[in-house]
């Protein structure tokens, strides 16, 4: 591992905090929005409340006065002090009477308004304050018998005592903030490691990876996103291994195939030099390195060209071409080469174009790799067949040879797979990388007359 690489993989955590945090951050605004409007909502309706009451024990007083005053006489009279007091007593919690020039003639607020002191009732509001104290108050009129006012009755509430009950409530409510903080702590806790814990083993197991260690795959249960994520997880370390696997192989075929005609061209050319092979030997192994140089050329040639039909975007110039054109350039190469070594050369293609999107050039180079095959497997006989079906067209290219052995028909498009007539084992390779690319398929089989069929579906141009 590179020294950079074990920074990228360096662990950090601070997750799990992160996560409690934003999740108390989260409890601590609505609770505070909640409690802040319950909290204001609690003092309006409560002074609502308590000036209802105020009003309602008012006059249920101010009838009662009014009721009394038939038998008593007018206010200030003898007896209307006690009934204030005693009706005071009994209905109201806290109240002062005005006669009709404000000054009070009863109250049970002795200490702060005593009675025989002369009250400013002029501006009447429900709220008040009294000596320093915060009062809601409500006015009655009291009335004699026949309608005229007598005077006033004040009912006052204290504000302070609707304060401290508000303040209870808030309380209880800073109480429930601190109990459900430590729930959402440890319920935090629990979510956070919930989803650090995979986090971790997918750490875990990408710095495996990053080591070349593919074994082993990672399981999470969690039925969610980090879920899928373990699963490209192992997809992905699947295909790394594929790929590594790959690799060494493609090192191990590469050298092991360059360095057999090495040897031979190595061994000739120090034979000519010592003068070992002289005369007629001389030329034979001059030729040998010509054709094992030759042969290297192709494969190196091969090499590349596959390794840039795999990787390279722009490998391929796609235009509307013919594939009919393609099939008979294919066939004019082969066709004499095929005749040269004796065998028969069937070509059946139909009538007019054929148009597909491709690049002529990766074609032809494609089914040449297939014929050649065929013209070096064949016994006696090479056909070509181009059917047109619905939307797509068919290519079928038959020999009269052994065909395949049939634990070999999965390998054949395998890079460097090659039986025993084999070469490098590259072609059929490059001629799948072309066919796909074209969007299309390739498959081998054995016919039924035993040699190999290759069969190739395109798609036709839109
Ligand atoms: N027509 C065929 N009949 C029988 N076996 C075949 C035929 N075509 C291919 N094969 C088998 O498949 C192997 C792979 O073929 P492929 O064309 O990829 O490689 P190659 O012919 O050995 O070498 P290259 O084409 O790179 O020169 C061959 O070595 C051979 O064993
Ligand atoms: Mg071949």
Redesign the pocket.
């Known amino acids: 591992m590179k020294p950079q690489d074990k920074n990228v993989l360096k662990s950090r955590g601070g997750l799990t905090a992160k996560l409690i945090f934003t999740y108390f951050l989260i409890l601590a605004v609505s609770f505070f929005i909640l409690t802040g409007s319950f909290y204001f909502l609690l003092r309006v309706s409560l002074f609502r409340e308590t000036l209802e009451q105020l009003k309602k024990q008012g006059e249920i007083l101010s009838r009662a006065y009014t009721v009394m005053e038939e038998r008593r006489g007018p206010l200030g009279s003898f007896g209307e002090k006690e009934f204030f007091k005693l009706a005071g007593r009994m209905v109201v919690p806290k109240f002062f009477v005005l006669d009709q020039n404000d000054r009070v003639i009863a109250s049970n607020l002795d200490k702060i308004i005593p009675e025989g002191i002369k009250m400013n009732e002029k501006a009447l509001k429900n709220r008040r304050t009294i000596s320093g104290k915060n009062f809601i108050a409500y006015n009655v009129p009291l009335k004699g018998a026949s309608g005229e006012e007598q005077g006033t009755l004040v009912l006052v509430s204290d504000i302070g005592d609707i304060k401290a009950y508000n303040r209870s409530i808030l309380r209880i409510l800073l109480y429930s903030l601190v109990i459900s903080g430590i729930f959402t702590l440890a319920i935090g806790f629990l979510m956070a490691s919930g989803i650090t814990k995979p986090l971790r083993k997918l750490q875990n197991h990408a710095k495996k990876v990053a080591g070349h260690i593919f074994e082993g795959s990672i399981n999470l249960k969690t039925g969610d996103e980090l879920e899928d994520l373990a699963e490209s997880f192992n997809y992905m370390t699947e295909r790394l291994k594929e790929y590594d696997e790959f690799q060494k192989e493609f090192f191990q075929n590469v050298s092991h195939d360059l360095k057999t005609p090495l040897m031979s061209i190595k061994a000739y050319a120090e034979g000519i030099k010592d003068g070992v092979f002289e005369g007629k030997e001389r030329e034979e192994g001059i030729d040998v390195i010509i054709k094992e140089a030759g042969r290297l050329k192709n494969m190196v040639d091969?090499i590349l060209l596959l390794s840039k039909l795999e990787s390279v975007k722009d490998a391929y110039n796609f235009a509307d071409i013919d594939i009919l054109d393609v099939v008979r350039e294919v066939w004019e190469k082969v066709e004499v080469i095929g005749k040269n070594q004796g065998k028969k050369m069937q070509l059946g293609i139909p009538q007019g174009r054929i148009m597909i999107k491709g690049d002529g050039e990766k074609l032809v180079n494609a089914l040449l790799?297939i014929l050649?095959?065929?013209i070096?497997?064949a016994d006696s006989t090479v056909m070509l067949k181009v059917l047109q079906e619905a939307g797509r067209i068919k290519i079928l290219i038959r020999?009269d040879?052994?065909?395949?052995k049939q634990e070999?028909l999965k390998r054949?498009f395998r890079r460097f797979?090659?039986?025993?007539?084999?070469?490098?084992?590259?072609?059929?390779?490059i001629a799948k990388a072309v066919i796909e690319r074209h969007g299309g398929s390739i498959s081998a089989a054995n016919s039924r007359s035993g040699?190999?069929e290759f069969q190739i579906i395109l798609g036709l141009a839109e």
């Not at 040879?401 to 395949?404: D, L, P, S, Y």
């Not at 797979?417 to 390779?429: C, V």
Request: glycine share 24%; hydrophobic share 25%.
């Open positions: 091969d790799n050649s095959n065929c070096r497997h020999d040879g052994e065909g395949f070999d054949v797979f090659k039986g025993e007539k084999g070469d490098s084992g590259l072609g059929l390779a040699g190999a």
